[in-house]
């Protein structure tokens, strides 16, 4: 439409067009509003057809100015908790003064054009006062209920931001937490194996371009996220050595469902760090993955060398509470994390409502 709007007269035409289709609704309101009325006047009192239309226009001209003054300039000025009583006396004002303009005009048309009109101007001017003051209310009533909801939806989008915007910041926070647990682990290969470190280094590129691109969006399949899991499971193994005891298990019915992206991996992460160092026993790490009905757990378990030790410190640990806060964001009231931290065992149950 730009690229057309080349002359001063095209160019108003371009306006006059935006501004119709701007307010397109109101002009089809008003339309029909005409049609309505002037048909309804001509059939009810039997008055010609130019008589009816100008009394419907005598109407238009008052109830389109109360409406419009009332809604576009007393209402975002005037109604406020402190200037209601303002408000109020000013749309009186304006309802007496477009009444009386109404009724003015009504009374000479039909005192011209009807000689046995005999009706006092009195009854015209409250008719008037009524029939204005129900159209301003209407317009008041809408306009209000208008405001409120877009209001809603405003609130809306600023609370979808907000969440979409937390998201992003506790994930971007996930990547270096777990960059640094496993370069750390790679380097620790290194010295012991640099063969196998050159495997886990292999390891750790797919899953560096597994959160690159494959967490991007809010949601993932599981089968993704458990081959992501089980590589950091194999990393974390490679270097604990032989002094891990690892019983890890997925039943079969976990497949085909979403699931959040790094949802798991803090908590399996918290049971190698945390995991005892026993020198004359086992040092265990239980990780359990099962699916049922629509309820799917991740139950995951490490051995602690003392009561409320360092494994029940990882509870306040920036990995830990950001997934109670993605969990409360993504899966509200679908959700239950459970933290136990027992004499010899510190237990998180992850359990997840999916629909």
Same mark, same amino acid.
């Given at each position: 439409? +730009?690229?057309?709007?080349?002359?001063?007269?095209?160019?108003?035409?371009?306006?006059?067009?935006?501004?119709?289709?701007?307010?397109?609704?109101?002009?089809?309101?008003?339309?029909?509003?005409?049609?309505?009325?002037?048909?309804?006047?001509?059939?009810?009192?039997?008055?010609?057809?130019?008589?009816?239309?100008?009394?419907?226009?005598?109407?238009?001209?008052?109830?389109?100015?109360?409406?419009?003054?009332?809604?576009?300039?007393?209402?975002?000025?005037?109604?406020?908790?402190?200037?209601?009583?303002?408000?109020?006396?000013?749309?009186? %004002?304006?309802?007496?003064?477009? =009444?009386?303009?109404?009724?003015?005009?009504?009374?000479?048309?039909?005192?011209?054009?009807?000689?046995?009109?005999?009706?006092?101007?009195?009854?015209?001017?409250?008719? =008037?006062?009524?029939?204005?003051?129900?159209?301003?209310?209407?317009?008041?009533?809408? &306009?209000?209920?208008?405001?409120?909801?877009?209001?809603?939806?405003?609130?809306?989008?600023?609370?979808?931001?907000?969440?979409?915007?937390?998201?992003?910041?506790?994930?971007?926070?996930?990547?270096?937490?777990?960059?640094?647990?496993?370069?750390?682990?790679?380097?620790?290969?290194?010295?012991?194996?640099? +063969?196998?470190?050159?495997?886990?280094?292999?390891?750790?590129?797919?899953?560096?371009?597994?959160?690159?691109?494959?967490?991007?969006?809010?949601?993932?399949?599981?089968?993704?996220?458990?081959?992501?899991?089980?590589?950091?499971?194999?990393?974390?193994?490679?270097?604990?050595?032989? &002094?891990?005891?690892?019983?890890?298990?997925? +039943?079969?019915?976990?497949?085909?469902?979403?699931?959040?992206?790094?949802?798991?991996?803090?908590?399996?992460?918290?049971?190698?760090?945390?995991?005892?160092?026993?020198?004359?026993?086992?040092?265990?790490?239980?990780?359990?993955?099962?699916?049922? %009905?629509?309820?799917?757990?991740?139950?995951?378990?490490?051995?602690?060398?003392?009561?409320?030790?360092?494994? =029940?410190?990882? =509870?306040?640990?920036?990995?830990?509470?950001?997934?109670?806060?993605?969990?409360?964001?993504?899966?509200?009231?679908?959700?239950?994390?459970?933290?136990?931290?027992?004499?010899?065992?510190?237990?998180?149950?992850?359990?997840?409502?999916?629909?």
């Amino acid at each position: 439409m +730009d690229a057309v709007c080349v002359t001063g007269f095209s160019q108003l035409f371009c306006i006059m067009a935006r501004f119709l289709f701007r307010y397109r609704m109101h002009f089809l309101f008003w339309v029909l509003y005409f049609a309505g009325w002037t048909l309804f006047s001509v059939r009810m009192y039997h008055s010609s057809f130019w008589l009816a239309l100008g009394v419907t226009m005598t109407w238009f001209l008052g109830q389109t100015s109360l409406v419009y003054l009332t809604v576009y300039f007393l209402m975002p000025r005037f109604l406020k908790p402190r200037r209601i009583w303002l408000f109020l006396l000013l749309l009186v %004002g304006c309802v007496f003064c477009s =009444a009386t303009l109404t009724s003015v005009g009504w009374y000479f048309l039909v005192i011209k054009n009807v000689p046995s009109f005999s009706l006092p101007f009195s009854s015209l001017f409250w008719y =008037a006062v009524m029939g204005h003051s129900y159209w301003v209310f209407l317009a008041i009533g809408i &306009a209000i209920i208008r405001e409120r909801l877009r209001n809603d939806r405003r609130k809306q989008r600023i609370e979808k931001e907000h969440i979409e915007n937390e998201l992003r910041f506790l994930k971007s926070q996930m990547n270096p937490h777990f960059l640094f647990n496993a370069i750390n682990s790679i380097y620790v290969l290194i010295k012991k194996d640099p +063969d196998l470190a050159e495997h886990t280094l292999a390891r750790f590129s797919d899953m560096l371009r597994y959160q690159l691109y494959d967490c991007a969006t809010d949601f993932i399949p599981i089968e993704k996220e458990i081959t992501y899991l089980e590589n950091y499971i194999r990393m974390e193994q490679l270097r604990k050595g032989p &002094a891990l005891s690892l019983d890890y298990l997925t +039943d079969e019915e976990v497949r085909q469902f979403s699931i959040a992206p790094i949802l798991l991996i803090p908590l399996v992460e918290n049971a190698f760090k945390y995991v005892s160092s026993y020198t004359d026993r086992d040092n265990q790490i239980r990780i359990r993955l099962s699916f049922s %009905g629509s309820m799917f757990m991740l139950e995951c378990s490490n051995s602690v060398e003392e009561p409320g030790g360092s494994s =029940a410190r990882s =509870a306040g640990g920036i990995g830990l509470e950001n997934v109670r806060r993605r969990l409360q964001l993504l899966y509200p009231s679908r959700h239950t994390l459970d933290i136990i931290s027992g004499s010899e065992y510190y237990t998180a149950i992850l359990k997840l409502q999916i629909i």
